[in-house]
């Protein structure tokens, strides 16, 4: 009697904890997308109104980003630096890319990044102030969808798991 009721506990631990953790994604899409934002927002500053050149503003932001970001732009910067003649759009879809499996973004999320590397640099300050502007905008757009999709199924998985230990737990029994 008392293994059943073990195993009865560890399995709606266990099943709830699932739930947990796969409600946890949206939690941490809407976050990387918060960071990503207030890195082109430091990139817009230091580029547009600063005159800093790219490589040290990718150092600066590497310093302060979180994982798996701190990485990319870490990463941007060394290629720069090597100076082999690759346009910063393809180090920087080079870098995104090479890091998108360990962040929850989502294809549409990583094109809208992968763009601004595109046309970073490659016009005059209010050009690129206006590039910049609307890539923000459409993080900002990225990122209240994100907080939808949170809110509808973060509650959903929590329950889920929670439902299907419970059942389990009542077919086992």
């Known amino acids: 009697m008392i293994v059943k009721i073990i195993g009865i506990i560890i ?15 949206y939690k941490t899409r809407v976050r990387e997308l918060k960071e990503i934002r207030n890195h082109f927002q430091m990139i817009e500053t ?18 302060q980003a979180k994982e798996p970001f701190k990485d990319v732009y ?5 290629e720069l630096r090597k100076k082999e003649g690759e346009s910063l ?14 962040t929850r973004l989502n294809k549409e999320d990583l094109e809208t990044i992968i763009f601004f590397g595109n046309v970073l ?6 050009n690129q102030l206006k590039n910049s502007q609307l890539i923000q905008s459409q993080l900002s757009k990225l990122e209240e969808i994100a907080e939808e999709e949170r809110q509808r199924s ?4 929590k329950n889920l798991g929670a439902l299907l230990g419970l059942a389990l737990t009542i077919i086992l029994i």
């Open 121 to 126: 640099g490659t016009s005059d300050r209010e």
């Open 11 to 25: 399995l709606l631990t266990s099943s709830s904890l699932l739930g947990f953790v796969i409600s946890n994604k």
């Open 74 to 78: 870490k990463n941007i910067a060394l």
């Open 46 to 63: 230091e580029i547009i109104y600063t005159a800093t050149p790219i490589i040290e503003v990718m150092d600066k932001i590497s310093q």
């Open 154 to 157: 973060e509650k959903l998985y």
């Open 89 to 102: 759009g393809s180090i920087w879809r080079k870098a995104f890319d090479d890091k998108k499996n360990y």
